[in-house]
């Protein structure tokens, strides 16, 4: 391998190496060529800063509070009204009648009202039962569905819909948030596979035009062939293409990365120039098998587009219960006691109840309830279809699940081969180039091993990418943004 990658080799996976004179100058020369400085911009913050910055996050916090802000509204008709009236007439100097009616309705959550009212009623004429004591007639009474509106109403049926839209609203925006968080983990991938290819581009750069240096010293001094010296610059040029295209394939990628930054005033904000993607957080991609069922279970309980689908349900649901009362006769039974405001007896006595009341009882009904019973029906349908699509939906969760699980336990088992394929690959390209110091080998096969070098290191970037976008398609499965940097 090439100078740092070896070194870094060696260190991790405790293997001693035998470096040759030549290979020595290698790693010195290696690093004036290689760009591996900067500052390490990792996945959290980089996570983090779209969290708090993106206009997409804001969006799906707008959504959300847009859903709360409806079920205030829905609790609106559970709020207490205060009405009152003043009406009078007067004619040829005369009072005809002066009235007066103040009303306050507490609904309750169980569909009857509590209403405390005043009127006062003065002048020659006006209707005689709307006579009151002098100083006016105070009334504390309650109306009760006897009928229909029992188990819910409109007011009930409207609030269960705004409570269920709440947490669809809330679902909704873990899942515009996950999905924004999974196409920024690919494009972070992206952005660290294309850096990771550019620097290895960068480095076998230099040895080709280390070796080519070398070469011409061999040749000069009769221990190679001349031909070698074409050999080892085709080689050179080669490798210059490939720098050329992973530094067009870097800066697209940055841009993709870039297009992700704004900052805390709205604005979009540019990637640091010395800015590098670095594993932290993501470097380990396997899961722990014992934690399968739990992932499958959080999965089905956590996932946005099944919470939405079970909010749907609970919509569902309460339209039926509210259709079915609708088959039901609507009777209404109102009673309430009156008293004086000068009277000195208790205004709750039962004596006094007894004879100074108003009461009431209203019903009404349709012969053949068509339009009831095709409510009735429609609701039902409704319901069904949502109950199917959220058994539909919870099964290809659990698909989607056990792909990101496997992809992340695939992707692991991947990385560890590779980095075995590296150092081998490292291992040979050595010893061939010990055999070409010492006569045996020509310069042809010492390139095309550091080739292979070059091309394992570049497979082990690509495994390595993979593994923000497996981590990403986890979270968005299973709901939990916390996966995207699951230590194990």
Do not use: C
């Not at 004429?125 to 009928?147: K, M, Q, V």
Request: hydrophobic share 45%.
């Amino acid at each position: 391998m090439i100078g740092h990658l070896r070194t870094a080799l060696a260190l991790a996976l405790g293997i001693s190496w035998t470096m040759s004179a030549s290979a020595s100058a290698r790693a010195q020369v290696a690093p004036s060529r290689v760009d591996t400085l900067g500052t390490p911009f990792a996945f959290p913050a980089f996570v983090d800063g779209i969290l708090a910055n993106h206009p997409v996050a804001a969006q799906a916090r707008l959504v959300a509070d847009q859903a709360r802000s409806d079920l205030r509204t829905a609790w609106g008709a559970f709020d207490p009204t205060l009405t009152a009236s003043w009406d009078q007439k007067k004619f040829g100097g005369e009072q005809y009648y002066n009235y007066f009616d103040a009303e306050l309705k507490i609904p309750l959550p169980i569909g009857a009202d509590v209403t405390i009212a005043f009127d006062r009623s003065m002048g020659r004429y006006f209707n005689p039962d709307r006579r009151t004591a002098a100083n006016g007639t105070f009334e504390a009474g309650i109306s009760i569905p006897l009928g229909q509106r029992i188990l819910t109403d409109e007011r009930r049926n409207a609030l269960q819909q705004a409570r269920a839209a709440r947490d669809a609203g809330e679902a909704d925006r873990t899942a515009i948030v996950n999905k924004l968080l999974f196409s920024a983990a690919k494009d972070y991938g992206a952005w660290y596979e294309s850096w990771r290819r550019r620097v290895i581009a960068q480095e076998g750069e230099a040895l080709a035009e280390f070796r080519l240096q070398a070469v011409r010293r061999r040749v000069a001094s009769g221990e190679s062939a001349p031909i070698d010296t074409i050999e080892a610059l085709l080689e050179l040029q080669r490798r210059e293409v490939t720098r050329f295209e992973a530094e067009a394939s870097f800066y697209v990628s940055s841009l993709n990365v870039t297009a992700y930054l704004w900052d805390s005033a709205g604005r979009p904000a540019p990637l640091p120039a010395d800015a590098k993607p670095v594993l932290l957080g993501i470097e380990r991609a396997g899961i722990d098998s014992t934690r399968l069922e739990a992932l499958l279970d959080l999965a089905t309980r956590r996932n946005p587009d099944l919470l939405k689908v079970q909010a749907r349900v609970k919509q569902a649901e309460a339209q039926r219960l509210f259709s079915t009362q609708a088959l039901i006769p609507l009777a209404e039974a109102k009673l309430a006691g009156l008293g004086a405001s000068d009277s000195e007896q208790a205004f709750f006595d039962g004596k006094r109840l007894d004879n100074n009341y108003k009461a009431g009882l209203s019903i009404k009904s349709p012969l053949l309830f068509l339009k009831e019973t095709g409510r009735f029906a429609s609701s039902g349908q409704r319901l069904e279809f949502q109950r199917l699509e959220r058994d539909r939906l919870r099964r290809e969760v659990e698909f989607d699940a056990r792909a990101a699980i496997f992809d992340l336990f695939n992707l692991e088992r991947l990385r560890q081969r590779q980095v075995a394929n590296v150092r081998n690959a490292g291992l040979l390209r050595d010893a061939e180039q010990v055999r070409y110091e010492n006569g045996e080998g020509t310069l042809l096969i010492l390139n095309l091993r550091e080739r292979l070098v070059l091309d394992e290191a570049v497979k082990l970037a690509a495994v390595e990418a993979k593994v923000a976008g497996a981590r990403a398609a986890l979270a968005v499965a299973t709901g939990d943004r916390t996966l995207l940097f699951m230590q194990n």
